[in-house]
Each structure stands twice: as C-alpha cells, then as structure tokens.
C-alpha cells in the first residue's frame, strides 16, 4: 500500500524556510548584537571565535560530493578560510577546526540555508567592523560582500535550493536543519561570550 501524498503549500522551499526559522534568526541576531562585538577589538576577537566554531563545524557540508552537484560551486563558498585569515590578521591564535556537522542531505540543506542567508545580514555587520579600522583585506574578510554583490548572490543561491527536488517527507527535514543551525549559532555564541 502506497503512503498518501502529502500536499506542500505552493510557495518556494525558501520562502518556508524563512517563514519556520523566523523567530530563531531574530533571536540569534538580538543574541549577536547583545554580546556587543563591535565595541572593541578584544570582543570582536571572541566573535571571530564564534564565527570559527559555526562555519568550521560545516567545513565537511561545503565539500560533500552530494552536496556540490546539487548545489554547483557550493565548495567555493565556505567562509571558514576567511574567518581563519580574520583571526590571524588580528593576530588570534587559530583554533583547532571545531568538530563537523553530522546530517542528512535534507537537513545539510538546511543548514547552508543558514549559513549562506546570513551573508545578508553581514552587510550590518561589515559596517560595524570598518568602526574597528577592519576591512575585506584586514579582519572582516569573512563579512565581505561576495563578488557578485549580496544580493544577486543570495538569489542564486535560493534558485539552486528551490531547484532541488525532494519527496515531500523530506521537507520538514531541512526546516529542522535550519532550526539546528540556528540553535547551533546560539550555543556558539553562549560559550564564547559567557552571556
């Protein structure tokens, strides 16, 4: 006997994404700007750290085969070498990489919504750090603007996930990937700040 189809409502895999993680990415960046990073170089050292623990536990999610023909050019936008490059610039010992995210396809999925949605949000933050005398070439490289710009990044990125075909049941398993990133985030952010 066959499992009934279940119907997904018509709008985009993306626009559900954002509709189900809304209230943890509001929380996430209330979070961030609570812990105050840009108020000197020494906090803006530990959300370096932060930043290092997060895109280094998805370094293994960027080159997963699967993953990159599924998402073409997936591997090319890791920002784990940047941040890297960031910490040393302010010269911060580089941690070990942290440990890999473990997850399915579906919710890999889920956590690279994440991770590559907040590049748009980093268009707030890299002003912030210019306060700090950091630019893309000293200490907020991992903030930068894609070459492509913010935007038309971000788009291109959204049409390759909507793109990807899943059966139904599999949906609700990227939603979890990205409440698990943002959950993730969140303990980073605990951790390294104390707050």
Not at 101 to 122: H, I
């Amino acid at each position: 006997m066959n499992a009934p189809a279940i119907a997904l409502p018509e709008t985009s895999r993306c626009k559900r994404l954002k509709a189900a993680s809304r209230r943890e990415h509001d929380g996430v960046d209330e979070r961030v700007m609570a812990a105050r990073p840009f108020d000197d170089r020494d906090r803006y050292g530990n959300f370096l750290r932060v930043q290092h623990r997060f895109h280094g536990s998805l370094l293994s999610l960027y080159q997963d085969e699967q993953l990159n023909r599924l998402l073409p050019g997936l591997i090319e936008l890791s920002r784990f070498a940047a941040v890297e490059d960031d910490l040393r610039d302010l010269g911060l010992p580089v941690p070990a990489a942290p440990r890999q995210v473990c997850a399915d396809k579906a919710q890999a999925l889920g956590w690279l919504y994440c991770s590559e949605g907040s590049n748009l949000g980093a268009a707030f933050l890299f002003k912030q750090s210019q306060r700090l005398g950091l630019d893309g070439t000293l200490g907020a490289r991992h903030l930068a603007p894609h070459l492509d710009g913010r935007a038309s990044h971000w788009r291109e990125f959204v049409n390759k996930l909507d793109a990807i075909s899943l059966p139904c049941d599999q949906e609700q398993a990227v939603i979890a990937g990205s409440l698990a990133a943002f959950d993730s985030y969140r303990g980073h952010l605990a951790a390294v700040f104390g707050e």
